[in-house]
């Protein structure tokens, strides 16, 4: 019975959950090196600017839809109006092919957990991209990592992993200051901090604005229908609002907290902004040589950055365990094992594009070609999670109705940003993620001249 799907044991489990599917190695690992790769405080500037746009706006609206309906992400579409639970389709396949990259990268944190025991040694850089590049190793550290999150699916996810998430989640957050300090203190740390945080106007181009859009859907873990079903376990009288800025806030601020702990670091080593994927393993273990117990502030770091991407990957894995489930009637450990296997294949791939496949590209509709592991990446942030935005957005605004949404809101709550939210999703969001989305495909280019 619907009645029965239970609720958050209290308004902090629920937000620890929600909190721990969005803090991952989104905030991590990739804001750090896409602010790197794109003009530092010129992303970071548009980052916040969407954040505050779209980010805030859109988990509102998947929160809303979920606790309605009172579903999963594809029932919930469904019941609010037939024929749209393919919205939530979206956010299956969009998880599959997330997870499928996103455990190699969890692979790496282990690998470093490991190493920074065993020394890395002087090349830190040499050390990263011969590790990634090895046809072997990483596919053993991508298994354990896709076990594991497999493991927690299958018993069915609260109970350890919720309670070690209040636990680890802070302790991450400390750790993380910690090393903030140490990296803004270091010498020459001054340019990186500038480099960071102020905007240079004229770097701020389409691709950066692209990026940055990717950006926030994947580290809010938005345009797929988590919080759709995250939302459909709150109570008629959770203060939604308050949630959704909340959320958005604290994973902005881990993301921000990263990029102190990585660019300074990275101008005061002499390493390269723009290095790419490797920006955290290559400048964090240069950090922590310059503290005392180095070895183990650099074991433990990893280590929290382990659970962080833990409690975002079984959120990933939930969703396409659960359409398994649902839609084809098999078990929850059957649905685990067959999704987990496919998704450990396809991941192999994307490992051995960074070694032994590199030659191999696939050609994308936007005129480049990229390898399995950066094709995954692209096609799921650019493409598929601002497309399931855009319908949400669409769907609350022209199919369920914007004034539906608002009640059901305001049961729980006063509405300050009501007439705000309501521009938002009826037309900003929706403008704002079509435009870009038409300029990542090129469309743009060739509508406009
Ligand atoms: N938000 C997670 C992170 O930042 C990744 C994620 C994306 C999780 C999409 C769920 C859905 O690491």
Known sequence: MEQNRGTWSSRFGFLMAAVGSAVGLGNLWKFPYLA????????????????????FTLMLAEM?????????????Y???KKGWGFVGGFGVLAGFLILSYYSVVGGWVLKYIVASFTGIGADKSGYFSNFISSPVEPIIYHLIF???TAIIVIRGISGGIEKAAKLLMPALFVLLVITVLRSVTLDGAMEGIRYFIMPDFSEITLKVVIAALGQVFFSLSLGMGIMVTYGSYLSKDEDLEKDAFLIPSLDSLVAILAGFALLPAVFA?????????GLMFITLPAVFEEMPLGMLFSGLFFLLVFFAALSSSISLMEVTVAFGIDQFKWSRKASTIFFTTLMFVIGIGA?????AWSDFLIPWIDGNSYGIFDFLDVFTSYYLLPAGGLLGALFI???WGVPNAVKEIKMGSAFRTEKLWTVLIKFVVPVLVFI??????????????
């Open 146 to 148: 896709m076990g594991l």
């Open 269 to 277: 080593f002499g390493f390269e902004p723009g290095e790419g994927p």
């Open 351 to 355: 490992s051995l594009s960074m070694g």
């Open 397 to 399: 605004g022209y199919v």
């Open 36 to 55: 790197g790769e794109n003009g530092g405080g010129a992303f970071v500037l548009v980052y916040i600017v969407l954040i505050v746009l779209l980010g």
């Open 64 to 76: 809303t839809i979920g606790r309605h309906a009172n579903s999963d992400a594809y029932g919930s």
């Open 436 to 449: 870009i989305l038409l300029s990542t495909t090129g469309l743009l280019d060739k509508i406009i001249g």
């Open 78 to 80: 469904n019941k609010i």
